[in-house]
């Protein structure tokens, strides 16, 4: 019974919400297939592509699909129809994309889409009205709407907003007597409302211990522990001193980065919006975790959430580490845990690695723009498909370097479009960079070690079409899919040794990340590798045969062909990205060695192909005025071997 009263009561709130919003409201024809067990709305095509389905018309509807986005579907049956037909005319009517459904005298019926500027107003909406039981309308609504709660900052910080509020209204309203407790089992958090007596504080020493909330059963033996210290308890008369326990089975509002949370969540709040701060006897609490191998360069540190900069930081807390027991003790009362920190960059090593990525990335636009504005005006330069492929490269990284110095600003302009398209340009000039240094590979390959049959029709243009082509793809489509998830947006970058963070525009989502760049980069560096390994081992075996013949000649002629050939690998390192692997000796823990190795070489790498481009040109001057002067008819290069 109390069930259809509830969502009665929810039914009744939704359309006063929805009648109080200024848009005019427009009806629009529906149909109610029913058949045994089911219920069919189909909408008009021209209000909203959604064909919904409701399993139970007593307890409302389940399931429910929009223009290929989730939404929320409550439903009311005012009358029972028990008759199957095929189409039952209904009426509808949309305000600012909150959709009112009536088959009179039967069925009324709410459509909430899971856009961020339907729910939040919403969020805010529930929130204001100071009603406890739009606690469990507004959970309602995050299930329903579990992807949109789980990625949207918006939603997010207002969810934790409307959260807390609702919290210290169930607190307030708790039935408490001297040393009474309440329990309220919501679902996906639990509370546990505490009125903690005189007499619970004179048997205790420094700190009386509260209960936290119980769980699941599975997540039973991962309940933390808490203690509060007893000094600041006795600074609260007594029927003021309520404290609520909170415990949570999903937590996916308080990450809004790539934090690792270990442990559960637990949130402690006072009556009235009161709270713990800078305590003599700090809170201690003892989360427990999954046992896990821990990398070389990770721990487990006690942080609290700051719901004002909605952000995790270690302040105010000290961590005790024994095995999987993580002890806490806080001067403050605040959402606890304990999260997996991977050893971010101390802030002292960050402003150093950022002015070099600066300097050189600046440096290195500079100079590929020189090598581009070169090409352009050189005719000479057009006919040698290599100097081509070398200026390609230098394009894409003098967008990756533009795109990587504008990332900062990005993320504090307004609109959240120019930070995605900050993002999404960087990340396809990074795959295109990635490109050009395997055809870099594939060009070498064909010149010196397959010499003979390699001839291609078209060659620069279709290297040129996979160059600029297979990335534009994988990023196209990154973006066309963001009605499901969002790729790309703002992330924060945190600091080790305080609790500051950067932000920058770039990929939002750590498992797109590491599965299309890593996977991508991965099979581009192994194919360099190996096209460098042959050319340095023909290299090596031209030297034996120069040694072996120039035994009369001296032996600084002889270091000095050994250090031309030196620099010559080096400079097919770096024009192959080969550089770039040093990520792999970086990862899993901080190498700060080759953290500014990194830096360094791949910050410079426009600058570097400049200096190859120019010593090319001379050595190919040189070795046209050497022909002119031996040779009245020029000699085929390799180059000329593709049309």
Not at 290 to 300: A, C, K, L, T, Y
Not at 546 to 555: K, N, P
Not at 594 to 604: G, K, V
């Amino acid at each position: 019974m109390m069930l259809p009263v509830m969502m009665m009561m929810m039914m009744m709130m939704m359309m006063m919400m929805m009648m109080m919003m200024p848009p005019a409201a427009s009806a629009h024809g529906v149909c109610f297939h029913v058949s045994d067990g089911s219920i069919t709305i189909d909408m008009p095509k021209d209000l909203i592509n959604v064909t919904a389905v409701i399993e139970d018309r007593r307890s409302g509807g389940l399931q429910c699909r929009a223009e290929r986005l989730t939404c929320d579907l409550l439903c009311t049956v005012s009358e029972p129809f028990n008759r199957s037909s095929d189409c039952l005319p209904a009426s509808a009517t949309d305000a600012d994309r909150i959709i009112s459904v009536f088959m009179k005298p039967y069925y009324s019926c709410l459509l909430i889409l899971c856009v961020p500027d339907v729910v939040v107003p919403l969020i805010s909406y529930l929130e204001d009205s100071r009603d406890m039981k739009n606690m469990k309308k507004l959970l309602h609504l995050r299930a329903k709407c579990s992807e949109l709660f789980s990625v949207d900052w918006k939603v997010k910080t207002a969810f934790i907003r409307a959260e807390r509020r609702f919290i210290h209204n169930i607190s307030g309203s708790a039935p408490l007597d001297g040393g009474g407790s309440e329990l309220y089992d919501m679902g996906s958090l639990s509370l546990h409302v505490v009125n903690v007596s005189e007499a619970e504080l004179a048997s205790a020493g420094a700190r009386v211990q509260i209960t936290a909330p119980q769980l699941l059963p599975e997540n039973e033996p991962f309940i933390p522990a808490v203690w509060l210290p007893v000094d600041a308890l006795q600074m609260i008369p007594q029927e003021d001193r309520v404290v609520c326990l909170v415990s949570y089975t999903n937590h996916s509002q308080f990450q809004f980065a790539d934090e690792e949370i270990a442990s559960l969540v637990l949130r402690i709040e006072l009556l009235d919006e009161q709270s713990f701060h800078n305590l003599m006897t700090p809170i201690k609490m003892i989360f427990r975790v999954p046992p896990s191998d821990v990398d070389i360069g990770s721990w487990f540190q006690c942080h609290y959430f700051d719901e004002n900069d909605f952000w995790w930081k270690p302040g105010g807390c000290e961590t005790s580490v024994n095995q999987t027991e993580i002890t806490c003790s806080c001067n403050h009362s605040t959402p606890f845990a304990v999260l997996l920190m991977r050893g971010p960059v101390s802030r002292v090593h960050w402003d150093v690695l950022s002015h070099i990525s600066y300097v050189g990335c600046g440096l290195s636009a500079f100079f590929c723009a020189v090598s581009i504005v070169i090409f352009v005006f050189s005719r000479s330069h057009r006919t040698d498909f290599s100097v081509s492929i070398h200026v390609s490269l230098s394009g894409a990284l003098f967008l990756l370097n533009a795109a990587f110095l504008l990332s900062e600003w990005g993320a504090t302009v307004e609109p959240d479009w120019v930070c995605v398209l900050v993002a999404a340009a960087m990340h396809y000039s990074l795959l295109c960079c990635f490109t050009w240094m395997a055809i870099e590979a594939l060009h070498l390959y064909l010149l010196l070690i397959k010499v003979f049959n390699t001839y291609f029709k078209h060659y620069l243009l279709k290297l040129s079409l996979a160059g600029w082509g297979i990335p534009g793809i994988i990023v196209a489509v990154s973006l066309g899919v963001k009605d499901f998830k969002q790729f790309y947006g703002l992330t924060q970058m945190s600091v080790s040794d305080t609790n500051q963070t950067n932000a920058i525009c770039w990929i939002t989502d750590d498992s797109f990340f590491y599965s299309l760049n890593l996977v991508y980069f991965t099979l581009i560096f192994t194919f360099t590798s190996g096209v460098l390994i042959a050319v340095a081992s023909n290299i090596c075996k031209m030297q034996r045969v120069f040694r072996s013949g120039s035994a009369a000649r001296g032996e600084s002629a002889r270091l000095g062909e050994t250090g031309r050939s030196g620099l010559t690998v080096m400079g097919l390192t770096c024009l192959m990205g080969t550089t770039w692997g040093l990520a792999f000796l970086g990862s899993g823990y901080v190498n700060y060695p080759i953290l500014y190795l990194f830096c360094i070489l791949n910050s410079a790498q426009g600058f570097f192909i400049f200096l190859w481009i120019c010593l090319s040109a001379k050595k190919q001057r040189k070795r046209d005025m050497e022909e002119r002067l031996t040779s009245s008819s020029p000699v085929k290069t390799s180059a000329d071997k593709y049309d």
